[in-house]
């Protein structure tokens, strides 16, 4: 799929709108909401969201459009940035356009890491997440495919995930 600006920018707005004022809820968890559902939704149907390639950083996967994105809505006054210590907020000052933005199944899995991220880690616990064995190889600065998330080391599934994956099972008729 190629790199489509636009649904990032809208992505990102969304994001921001979603999430942005929840506690602790900063640029960090913003990336990685984006990363992962990029990856997952990658996993799952061949095809990200957006197309867009993400970078080796210090705290895991960006999108490298990530900082010209965000200065477009900051032009735009569509998002405002501030930062609360060592927290870099970025909240939605307008409500993003969310007509004909995403298909139902992608929006389901974005609203799912919103979610996950913000109610189960820190940025530091996602961070930590995301530092797995392609961000590992890669030197800081140089591109993570996607598909890159196919050489997460293996590891038994917890409890929680091998209901959830019964229960998917059990919805497509293979139990």
């Not at 990029?38 to 990200?48: F, I, N």
């Amino acid at each position: 799929m190629d790199y489509d600006a636009e649904k990032l920018r809208r992505l990102f707005h969304y994001v921001a709108w979603k999430a942005g004022r929840r506690d602790w809820f900063g640029a960090t968890k913003l990336y990685k909401v984006l990363w992962f559902a990029d990856a997952r939704q990658y996993v799952l149907t061949g095809k990200s969201i957006t197309g867009e390639t993400y970078i080796r950083e210090k705290y895991g996967p960006i999108p490298r459009h990530a900082m010209q994105v965000k200065a477009q809505l900051e032009a735009a006054k569509a998002i405002k940035v501030t930062k609360e210590g060592s927290l870099t907020r970025i909240v939605a000052l307008t409500k993003p356009d969310t007509q004909d933005f995403l298909a139902e199944e992608e929006l389901k899995v974005v609203d799912y890491w919103i979610d996950n991220i913000d109610k189960n880690h820190t940025a530091g616990s996602i961070s930590e997440e995301t530092h797995d064995y392609a961000w590992e190889i890669a030197r800081m600065g140089e591109e993570l495919p996607l598909n890159a998330i196919f050489a997460n080391r293996i590891r038994e599934p917890t409890d929680s995930e091998m209901e959830k994956f019964r229960q998917r099972a059990k919805t497509l008729g293979l139990l």
